[in-house]
């Protein structure tokens, strides 16, 4: 496949589509989750109650096209997440946070993982380690709001993702 | 199936216990489950184990997966190790490089127990 090729599937048109497809197969398979579309307005309505944030991303590149894949959500929707994925009580002692930022970049990575797959299934990318960061406040908020993202409700919780075109090599080596 | 022993690869802890539950879940006779954080750390445990079935991950630090099987595969020692990569990666280049590593079967994540399952079904 020619690098213009691959960059048009990668960042098309058509990404928006094939990362929340990605979305919903990761969540609903391993996650037992469900997602929904979700416009601005409704975004903020739920994202209003959130002080508590955390953003996960994970760079992908091949020698002629690299960008990298983030996610946003309130740490209410990771550990209900780290809950489901693990079959723990939800209302249960929450998790520590070095489990919730594993769990959060593992979600992360699969999301990636599936769209690349369907994307440009004939190249090999490299995945660069998730990088997990706590955000706190509504300041965080309205940016994740403002942000070109697509935005998701996930089990009634807000969601965004992120996807950015970029050349830079991967932050770490290793998934 | 008779009561296999089984050794899960990943530098995720969270991905080793996807993987045990979805084992679990699947009701897979196993008469042991065994983690390791990564190749190297899997190829001593390999040498001082017995293993049935190896499901490991690609992209791991110290020793990767595909540096693991190369291990493996030129040790010579196990003959009876099947191997299963588990990865995001489903491209059909990694699969390719998979299968000429004697690697039985390419799993993608995520994956349900049921998948899980049906693959050792038909590699056990």
Known sequence: MCSLKLCEN??????????????????????????????????????????????????????????ELSCTLPVALATQLFAAFGGIDPDGPPPESEELFDLI??????????????????QVFRLGGPVVTPRAGAEWMRAAIAAPGLMAA???????????????PSRTASV | M??????????SATMRRMIRRALELAEVPAEGIFEAGD????????????????FTD?????????????????????????RVIVSTDGSTSRRDEAAALDVRCYLEKPFSPEVIRDVLAEIV
């Open chain 2, 2 to 11: 008779k009561p296999i022993r089984i050794l899960i690869v990943d530098d």
């Open chain 2, 58 to 82: 690609v992209n791991m630090p110290v020793m990767t997966g595909p540096e693991l099987l190369k291990e493996i595969a030129a040790a010579g020692r196990w003959p009876n190790l099947r």
């Open chain 1, 154 to 168: 996930i089990d009634d919780l807000p969601f965004v993702i992120e996807l950015r075109a970029g050349t830079a």
């Open chain 1, 105 to 122: 970049g593992e979600f992360v990575n699969m999301i990636c993982g599936a769209w690349l797959t369907r994307a440009a299934g004939h």
């Open chain 1, 10 to 67: 990668v960042f098309g048109s058509s990404a928006g589509d094939a990362i929340r497809s990605a979305l919903a197969t990761v969540a609903e398979r391993s996650f037992f989750a469900l997602v929904d579309a979700c416009d601005e307005t409704h975004f903020a309505e739920l994202a209003a109650s959130h002080e508590q944030w955390l953003e996960a991303a994970v760079r992908f590149d091949e020698p002629s096209c690299a960008g």
């Open chain 2, 39 to 54: 190749g190297l750390e899997a190829l001593r445990f390999l040498e001082a184990h017995a293993v049935d079935v190896l």
